[in-house]
Nanobody, 125 residues
Framework: QVQLVESGGGLVQAGGSLRLSCAAS????????MGWFRQAPGKGREFVAGINWSRITSYGDSVKGRFTISRDNAKNTVYLQMNNLKPEDTAVYYC???????????????????WGQGTQVTVSS
């Protein structure tokens, strides 16, 4: 199993940018599809972005065109670049390993093998 540690969260004004990082250790990182989810207070966990072993990506509708997921297999790290942030992006963001089906890039939360501890992103208006 892979262990995940997120970093890069914080407070930013609307329209600003943040980059989240997720460092992985354990089993071969390059074998895993990786994803980002978020959970706002009182809401369920929402798929944000996913990337498979061949760097094919998927995005949730609410972040398409603003967020970009990428991975560096040499550094065992996956990133989430978040631009043009909105107050509704405020949430705890979680990194996830595994959870794709048939080699795809969409990550199913029910199939995720490992979760990070989460990092808070707060966007002020």
């Amino acid at each position: 199993q892979v262990q995940l540690v997120e970093s890069g969260g914080g407070l930013v004004q609307a329209g600003g940018s943040l980059r989240l990082s997720c460092a992985a250790s354990g089993r071969a990182f390059s074998d895993y599809a990786m994803g980002w989810f978020r959970q706002a207070p009182g809401k369920g966990r929402e798929f944000v972005a996913g990337i498979n072993w061949s760097r094919i990506t998927s995005y949730g509708d609410s972040v398409k065109g603003r967020f970009t997921i990428s991975r560096d297999n040499a550094k065992n790290t996956v990133y989430l670049q978040m631009n043009n942030l909105k107050p509704e992006d405020t949430a705890v963001y979680y990194c996830a390993a595994g959870g794709s089906r048939f080699g795809g890039s969409y990550v199913f939360s029910s199939d995720v093998e490992s979760w990070g501890q989460g990092t808070q992103v707060t966007v002020s208006s």
